[in-house]
């Protein structure tokens, strides 16, 4: 069975996702901050794929993905990296990265690679639904791998329906239409459409994103989602010296407060 | 062949909308109500009472004399630079700012590389009354000065794009970020036909006065309204695609697209989009881009900031793929060189993107009686200030 799927059945209490860019704070770092993530108690990881025009990202994920270019990182490197990946993390691992680094690379190799080193899923935010369903779809489920799609609150019921419908393994629900790295500010608003999503019983679990970055947001998301992710937050960290040690009181206080 | 886009947003495997969900419900708004809006009669007379009255339409279509004696052909410059801002660009922002307020939107932002499409930008805001927004990148706010102050002049807020080159792309980058962050009252006027479906589309119908004008003005003039040779330069094309836009289905006449070659193709510092890219996403559509073999874009280079980006529109693209249009690259010394000869010969100063347009006519040879129309998509009072330079004026 699929990683992610088994984590959602078989986990109690909220989920933590962390997100953090390949090559960065450098080249050969990919790895070693996985693995002490997974140590350190998150459940599971989003690997981003730097490319040089984030269109959905804030400052901070901008210049990690374009330090790690300058680091070197490219998707044929991190492939490369990876190859040890499951000697050395269990969790569930998923590529974030925008359409054109996947699409030089070759949708179908891309596929067959990721299936090949163990990563279990694939975020694309700038892939949009027609265009997976028509060119992409095949080879992403042939390779047994989850598409993550995104929700914001100006997607309609209708068209939540029909991404519940094409994904398997989790629905990303954005906290608000924003970048990245913007923080979380819970209005009565967005508690109504978080709401309003939960009450729709979609077949897929949710994950709350963007704007996530401490325990409080991330206790105010798991009230309406199985869990978070946290992006911005956490490449900030490593930006720090010693970030490696830094690790796991970042996601004691993430998770404990 | 069918040189326009499909239902689904693509020009054959070009095109389009290759965006995050955040901006879905705008661009899904945008699709289904832009065909119908212009078509609107209501719509239809303001807006080109607008480019009447306002813009100053139409442009004239002029026969440069010395010039055509120079090359051996019958030269006519269709003269955008005479448009109210001084460039083709206000023939989309008026329609764009007419389908905002239909839509109701508070806002409108925009991105800009020469400055021309921001002042146009910001011109029919102070026009209409709304706030505008446009980002510009460090590096262009420093080249193109005046029109930084024009925009101020009209109210508009200039915020620079730091982040990559600090050049149009990155403008770009940083308005469709914007947009992501407020979708719900604020409309983006995309400068060229670039971004996904049905920005490309919508662009080029709003640019199509100008091949429109110039039929009927050759009929008038010549007896003809199919010149044989129509040119003009391309930064993400917008001009070019107005002035090929009713020649698309007469495939006597030949069509030049002229890309900006930099200090050379192989010199690195290069904004020779065809030549240089390869297929790929950039913006929000499927195009040619430059990138590398990795699929990170490329900072491209011209000495003039309208034709500073690393990709063509995806109409473009097909009619590349196509071999519809020829494109071709003209280096910024021939670029400078044909502006300044265009002011010698015929008392008009270029932009210097249309200098590039200008430029290709020393590599032609002409059979004697043959009619070209050169898009003169701009007038180079913004320029004054790298001409200068360049020249030691
Ligand atoms: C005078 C002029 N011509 C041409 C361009 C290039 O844009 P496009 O290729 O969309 O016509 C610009 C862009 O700023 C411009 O100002």
Redo the contacts between chains.
Sequence with gaps: MNRIKQTFEQKKGSILSIYFTAGYPELNSTLNVAEALEKAGADFLEIGIP???P??D??VI?NSS?KA?ENGM???VLFEQLKDLRKRVSIPILLMG????????GVERFCASCAEVGVDGVIV????V??YEEMYRSCFESNNLSNI????P???DE?IRKIDELSNGFIYL?SS???TG?NLAVSTQTEDYFRRIKNMKLKNPAMIGFGISNNKTFSKASEYANGAIVGSAFVKLLGCENYMEKIPEFIRSLKEG | MNYQVNENGYYGTFGGAYIPEMLYPNIKELRETYLEMIADPVFKEEYLGLLKDYVGRPSPLYLAERLSEKYGANIYLKREDLNHTGAHKINNTVGQILLAERLGKKRIIAETGAGQHGVATATVCALKGLECVVYMGEVDIERQAPNVARMKMMGATVIPALSGSRTLKDATNEALRDWINNPVDTHYIIGSVVGPHPYPDMVARFQSIISEETKWQLLEKTGNSSPDYVMACVGGGSNAMGMFYHFLDNERVKLIAVEAAGKGVDSGESAATTLLGKEGVLHGSRSIVMQTEDGQVVEPYSISAGLDYPGIGPQHAHLYATKRAQYVSITDDEAMNAGLQLAKLEGIIPAIESSHALAYLDKMKFKGDETVVICLSGRGDKDLDTYMKYFNL
């Design positions: 490319y040089s025009d269109l959905a804030g400052p901008q374009q270019i490219t998707v044929k925008y359409v054109n680094p996947v699409l030089q690379y935010p700038d892939l949009p027609y265009e799609f995104l929700i914001t100006q997607t309609s068209r954005l239409s924003s970048t913007k």
